[in-house]
T-cell receptor, first 109, second 117 residues
Framework: KQEVTQIPAALSVPEGENLVLNCSFT??????LQWFRQDPGKGLTSLLL?????REQTSGRLNASLDKSSGRSTLYIAASQPGDSATYLC????????FGAGTTVTVRA | NAGVTQTPKFQVLKTGQSMTLQCAQD?????MSWYRQDPGMGLRLIHY???????DQGEVPNGYNVSRSTTEDFPLRLLSAAPSQTSVYFC????????????????FGEGSRLTVL
């Protein structure tokens, strides 16, 4: 059974600092990995989708890397802003999606 | 663009009552799914569908039924509500790759917050 872990559970940084969010998974036989953002009381919004054949994906200030052999993905958010405050979840697709519990980020102005 | 629409947004039930959570998408997605989100546990898959007439169980299917009579709609039925079913329920859809479970970018509804007393 795929296990997805996100550490830390919460993170607080000053505005302008780069954010590094971690996601680890136990079974490397995956089709893709997605990173999502969830605002309080809202649904999830897909940020980046990395196919198993890719090493990274970039969108604006966001960059996600994937290392299947070590079972890890990292989401980098450059020059954080207060608007980046949210919970970030990763999900691994190995025929069924498995989600991590998320990392709640607070960016202090 | 409506995307994925869930109704109701909030619901309070008494133990033993039944109800249906509605989910509709207007993106012609083949893959639709239901998740529940509980504090500290991430999202857990309840049921999913890869196309009209095809459904399957996820990780936590007990106490829930689904059907998929059209591409657009994927209702989730609670047969006899229990306090353990108090949760936030999310419906999600994606293009998928017809007939398989490999999903593309996943689109979520806003959630339905259910309390069972």
């Amino acid at each position: 059974k795929q296990e997805v872990t996100q550490i830390p559970a919460a993170l607080s940084v000053p505005e302008g600092e780069n954010l590094v969010l971690n996601c680890s998974f136990t079974d490397s036989a995956i089709y893709n990995l997605q990173w999502f953002r969830q605002d309080p009381g809202k649904g999830l919004t897909s940020l980046l989708l990395i196919q198993s054949s890719q090493r990274e994906q970039t969108s604006g200030r966001l960059n996600a890397s994937l290392d299947k052999s070590s079972g890890r993905s990292t989401l980098y958010i450059a020059a954080s802003q207060p608007g980046d405050s949210a919970t970030y979840l990763c999900a691994v697709d190995d025929y069924k999606l498995s989600f991590g519990a998320g990392t709640t980020v607070t960016v202090r102005a | 663009n409506a995307g994925v629409t869930q109704t109701p947004k909030f619901q309070v039930l008494k133990t033993g009552q039944s109800m249906t959570l509605q989910c509709a998408q207007d993106m012609n997605h083949e893959y639709m799914s239901w998740y529940r989100q509980d504090p500290g546990m991430g999202l857990r898959l309840i049921h999913y569908s890869v196309g009209a007439g095809i459904t399957d169980q996820g990780e936590v299917p007990n106490g829930y039924n689904v059907s998929r009579s059209t591409t657009e709609d994927f209702p989730l039925r609670l047969l006899s509500a229990a306090p353990s079913q108090t949760s936030v329920y999310f419906c999600a859809s994606s293009y998928g790759t017809g007939g398989t479970l490999v999903t593309g970018e996943l689109f979520f509804g806003e959630g339905s917050r259910l309390t069972v007393l």
